[in-house]
């Protein structure tokens, strides 16, 4: 299973994107979610958290600016970023807890003791 993420880009400061993830029909109620950001030098910065019982929260620097959120049937995470500057230049990556259990609608399910990851969606702001 694959966090396959989507929506970035580049952008003018003052611009907004709207950032997807998804897992191929699976859904993450039992798990909470997470989006990261890694900007060039590696450095990584947690950015919002969304927890199984929809409790959300942000990095200060991007409170106000970004909102994260989950379709009803929690199989897309969204992050929809107003705002933008350079400073929120980096690649999106989303990811679920470590033990996560996904499921499809027919009940085929997979738990990954690492958490499930998706490889990132480049960010850029000029």
């Known amino acids: 299973v694959q966090l396959v993420e989507s929506g970035g880009g580049s952008v003018q400061a003052g611009g907004s994107l709207k950032l997807s993830c998804e897992a191929s029909?699976?859904?993450?109620?039992?798990?909470?979610m997470v989006w990261y950001r890694e900007r060039q030098d590696k450095s990584r910065e947690l950015v919002s958290t969304i927890s199984v019982d929809g409790t959300t929260s942000l990095a200060d620097n991007v409170k106000g600016r970004f909102t994260v959120s989950q379709d009803e049937n929690k199989k897309t995470l969204y992050l929809q970023m107003n705002e933008l500057t350079a400073a929120d230049t980096a690649t999106y990556i989303c990811?679920?807890?470590?033990?996560?259990?996904?499921?499809?609608?027919?009940?085929?399910?997979?738990?990954?003791?690492?958490?499930?990851w998706g490889q990132g969606t480049q960010v850029t702001v000029s």
């Open positions: 029909g699976y859904e993450f109620k039992r798990c909470n």
């Open positions: 990811a679920t807890n470590r033990g996560c259990t996904v499921c499809t609608d027919d009940g085929v399910c997979h738990m990954s003791r690492s958490g499930f």
